[in-house]
């Protein structure tokens, strides 16, 4: 009974879910049902479904020979239409996507060439600048693909200032203010750089210089700062070293006029002594021996003010009997020169 209730029920279920055209054949799948699962009644009722529909199918396929015909002919066209038109747009999202692959590829490829670009410039124009070449170093930076770069500016600036070594006023003010003028554009773009901070300090007093004693007083400690900062950032850097010495040793021989200046424009005035002078000459020079004929010189100087004439000798020798290459040389030679001649 429980079986031919559930039959019966499922039974009235499909018939709510079929059309009466398949009423019949639901009649024969409830019977069919007292004898066979769910699943298995309706494979029946599918497969007898499908004979019928085959059936009326075959009846009216001649009369619709025609409209089939047209129909087949439309659905050809569109068949071939269709496909076309999906490869076409496949083939311009392709295209698109692939332009898109290339251009990030392109981008890319250009970065590196423009880094690859810059990269030599530097590298020849350092070349050039050690060769004492400074007006060619100065041209080939200004013809760079990335002018902005704060590598480059800086270096603009050291070129323009030793190009002003050996040009007479006016002419050497505008080089010295136009070199400072680059060396404060690439700290302003990058203060975490040694090479940066040092070519300011050393402009900053250059230009300072210009503008009279009580300028170039008042930006002292500026010009300490920054060498300072550069040391920080590069304790091994000849060049910062020598730097930093130097303005130790300017402190230290301060005449007694400018001491005066300094102590009414500063409430505790900056000061430096030879042993700090020195300090800073011995660690350049260990740091890169013979680098710079200049640090022979002032490690000389500072030697004779702190009374060892030995070894004031031997550094004033080392510099006296340089091989001059340019102005720095020129002028280490011959200051060396004089004061040997008073030990």
Same mark, same amino acid.
């Given at each position: ?74 659905? #050809?066209? %569109?068949? *071939? ?5 999906? !490869?076409?747009?496949? +083939? ?5 996507? &692939? =332009? ?48 902005? #770069?704060? %590598?480059? *500016? ?5 070129? !323009?200032?030793?190009? +002003? ?5 006016? &002419? =050497? ?59 920080? !950032? ?71 003010? !702190? ?37």
């Amino acid at each position: 009974m429980v079986i031919a209730f559930n039959s019966a029920h499922t039974g009235n279920m499909l018939i709510q879910r079929f059309k009466f055209q398949h009423y019949k054949l639901l009649v024969v799948s409830v019977v069919t049902l007292r004898h066979t699962t769910i699943a298995q009644s309706l494979r029946i009722f599918q497969t007898r479904t499908r004979k019928s529909y085959i059936s009326r199918f075959l009846k009216t396929k001649k009369k619709q020979e025609t409209s089939n015909s047209q129909l087949t002919s439309s659905t #050809s066209v %569109e068949a *071939k239409v269709i496909p076309i038109a999906f !490869l076409a747009s496949f +083939s311009l999202f392709s295209s698109n996507s &692939k =332009k898109t692959v290339a251009d990030k590829i392109n981008n890319t490829k250009m970065a590196d060439e423009s880094a690859k670009t810059i990269a030599d410039t530097i590298q020849h124009s350092d070349q050039l600048f050690d060769e004492n070449n400074f007006q060619e170093a100065y041209d080939l930076l200004l013809k760079c693909s990335e002018p902005e #770069s704060w %590598e480059i *500016k800086w270096r603009i600036g050291r070129a !323009l200032y030793n190009l +002003s070594k050996t040009i007479p006023s006016p &002419k =050497k003010e505008q080089l010295v203010r136009e070199s400072f003028q680059y060396a404060t554009d690439a700290l302003a773009m990058n203060d975490s750089d040694y090479a940066t901070h040092k070519w300011y300090s050393i402009l900053l007093d250059a230009k300072s210089g210009l503008d009279g004693i009580k300028e170039r007083v008042t930006q002292l400690e500026n010009v300490k700062k920054h060498m300072l900062r550069a040391v920080e !950032l590069n304790p091994h850097d000849a060049t910062s070293w020598f730097i930093l010495g130097q303005f130790y040793y300017g402190l230290a021989e301060l005449p007694w006029y400018q001491r005066k200046i300094v102590s009414t424009i500063f409430a505790t005035p900056p000061t430096g002594t030879y042993e700090e002078a020195l300090e800073c000459f011995e660690k350049a020079e260990n740091t890169k021996p013979n680098f710079y004929s200049m640090n022979h010189l002032m490690l000389g100087k500072t030697y004779h003010a !702190l009374k060892n004439s030995d070894k004031a000798k031997e550094y004033l020798t080392l510099a006296a009997n340089v091989t001059v290459l340019n102005e720095d040389d020129k002028q280490a030679k011959e200051d060396a020169a004089k004061l040997l001649k008073k030990l």
